[in-house]
């Protein structure tokens, strides 16, 4: 049962973000972004374990102390940007022997409803791992790839040249949110990757979703979160 294992939870938070300046940490509705992401984690009974991984200085002035609240530093070379963020999970993972299950939370869906934490979680007694998805709006076999030089386009898939664009006899497609991944810590370290055989994908169940890049995303999120709160009221 999933009662007896071990979880620990990830916030991966670096300081340097590129298209908008310390995103994770800034006030968004009254507190730092990342903080909308500790709290529903702090919220959910089942996670023994919440390590924020930053290369922030001064983190402790940001981010409450709290029980289940820990902090890994990480090296330069970790904090670099061109570093996938999926080897400071495989660090921390390795580092943590004592969990049965590994996930993850970017700190850039602030909107990402509680429930779904919880689904994913309970569909690791069936799974071997979870992961948050999301429906493409459209057919992704009508996609192109685009030269940035000259413009040129090219399909990617042969539909477009077979002119089998008709959505109803396309099969749905989905990719991750970005909002949370989960997995078995023996199936992380053997694979080196969230995607095997047994996951499944915890579709995103709120039509409101934002993932965080840039200030329109961050104007987006707040708007959100407020009419939200409007509605609560």
Known sequence: MLEKKKILAIIPARAKSIRLKNKNFLKLVGKPLIQHTI???LSIKMI???IISTDKKNIHKIIKKRKKIFFHFRSKNLSNAKTPVFKTIL?????NPEFDIISYFLPTNPLLPKTD???GYLNLKKFRSSISVTQFEDPIEISLRLDSKNNQIKPVFSNLKN???NSRFLRKSYRPTGSFYMIYRKDLLKNKTFFIKRS???IYSSLDYVDI???KDFDYAKYLLKKNVKKKD
Do not use: F, P, S
């Open 39 to 41: 709290d529903k984690l």
């Open 117 to 119: 934490i919880k689904l």
């Open 163 to 165: 002119n089998n664009t």
């Open 91 to 95: 660090e921390i993972a390795k580092k």
């Open 213 to 215: 890049n840039n200030q």
């Open 48 to 50: 023994d374990k919440i």
């Open 200 to 202: 499944v994908g915890i």
